[in-house]
């Protein structure tokens, strides 16, 4: 079996956090966590090349890095590509997970990473690939890298991969058919019993949870305050320049407000396919509120008001993407200095 | 965004959800096909109920007289 591996600077020997700026560098043997690959594997496993990046660069020229490490994967002729452990490093994390599902999709050969739980890499990419449950340090590095071998193995050889529970790896959100012994009534009154009963038992449609976010302190002054106006209800300018979806949206856009004291209907649509959009159509004030916030920045209530609208469109769509439309808000929302957000939703 | 520290309101006729998901900061809109409106009254109730709704949010955002 020949592999490709993936490390971080740290990992992969170069340094610490002051070495996270280095582009990316190879090895024709296994480094680090590869040695262990090699020996938990046997039977001639071996890595034939280790591309090292730093965390900073991989994740500021990851564009970049995807193309190189694709490259490098084919010309290498590999039965698989590994990346990390990663743990709860968040770079690293991000960058397996682009780097494995790249290699999966234009190359066809399976990949194997492993992340702590939280790590946002899992986030994005659980739902295309196998990450195996890292924990959140090193500690267990011996345990992590047996569970990806075990998956690894398998995953070349084309066998059946059990479930998350069963092979350690992290669950994908996947639903998949099976012969079951049990009719679902039967299934559902022996999880009563158990729970009654307080055993344990698995249920078969896990509840999505939230985790909490910490609440930030409120504006102290909203008169000195920039005030940003955000909409999930799909209000676009007419011909939605940025073709955002109406339904499982992955685009937001960023629309002009600075010379409008009020939004007018002919120069709006909505792309939103979960509620009779008429109303807001005849007046977008009415999604977002921009007449009654003008008056108030006018009246000295409040600071600014950015001068444009964010706007996407929520409605049936994966956790993973809004996600990721969130934290690319959130990186437009510090760039411009907004201090406060009235979001509205449909 | 309220994980980078900016203060987020949401305004939404859709409570539960915001609820589900943890929304920090909620003002309650006044229908689900006009969050910031009501298209069955007369224009300058309904500018005056937007308004009114808007302050809402904006004292929400306030440090001053909210919990932190």
């Known amino acids: 079996m020949r592999i490709v591996h993936y490390l971080n600077q740290f990992f992969g020997g170069i340094g610490g956090e002051e070495e996270a700026n280095s582009p990316l560098q190879e090895a024709d043997n296994a480094v680090g966590p590869g040695r262990l690959l090699e020996q938990t594997l046997g039977d001639g496993a071996t890595v034939v090349r280790t591309l090292i990046c730093g965390d900073n660069h991989a994740v500021e020229n990851q564009e970049e890095l995807v193309d190189a490490v694709v490259e490098r994967v084919r010309e290498a002729d590999a039965d698989l590509f590994v990346a990390g452990p990663c743990f709860d490093a968040g770079r690293y994390g991000m960058a397996a997970g682009a780097l494995c599902s790249a290699v999966q999709t234009e190359l066809g050969i399976p990949a194997v990473t492993a992340m702590h739980e939280e790590n946002p890499g899992v986030d994005l990419y659980r739902e295309g690939l196998y990450i195996v449950d890292s924990g959140r340090n090193a500690a267990k590095m011996k345990e992590v890298v047996q569970r990806m071998a075990g998956l690894a193995r398998k995953l070349v050889a084309g066998d059946p991969i059990g479930l998350p529970r069963e092979e350690g790896y992290l669950t994908r959100g996947l639903i998949r058919d099976q012969f079951v012994d049990k009719s679902s009534a039967e299934r559902l009154v022996d999880m009563v019993l158990a729970k009654v009963q307080d055993r344990s038992f698995d249920t078969e449609m896990p509840v999505t949870s939230f985790e909490p976010v910490a609440r930030p302190r409120g504006v102290d002054d909203l008169s000195q305050a920039k005030v940003m106006l955000i909409t999930d209800g799909g209000l676009v300018p007419k ?96 760039q411009e200095g907004v201090d406060a957000v009235i979001l509205t939703s449909t | 965004m309220e994980k980078a520290g900016v203060p987020v309101v949401q305004m939404t006729s859709a409570l539960p959800i915001a609820k589900m998901v943890g929304s920090n900061r909620v003002v309650l809109g006044a229908g689900i096909v006009h969050v910031a409106g009501d298209a069955s009254l007369p224009a300058d109730e309904e500018k005056a109920l937007r308004r009114k709704l808007v302050e809402e949010a904006l004292d929400s955002l306030k440090a001053e007289g909210n919990a932190d």
């Open chain 1, 239 to 334: 011909g939605n320049p940025d073709n955002i979806e109406g339904m499982a949206a992955t685009r937001w856009g960023a629309y002009d407000i600075s010379g409008a004291d009020d939004l007018a209907g002919e120069d709006y649509e909505i792309s939103h396919g979960g509620y009779d959009p008429r109303f807001v159509q005849a007046d977008p004030d009415r999604l977002v509120p921009l007449d009654a916030l003008r008056q108030l920045e006018k009246e000295g209530a409040v600071g600014k008001i950015h001068g444009e609208f964010l706007s996407t469109s929520g409605l049936s769509n994966p956790l993973s993407n809004t996600r990721r439309l969130g934290r690319e808000m959130a990186e437009k929302v510090k």
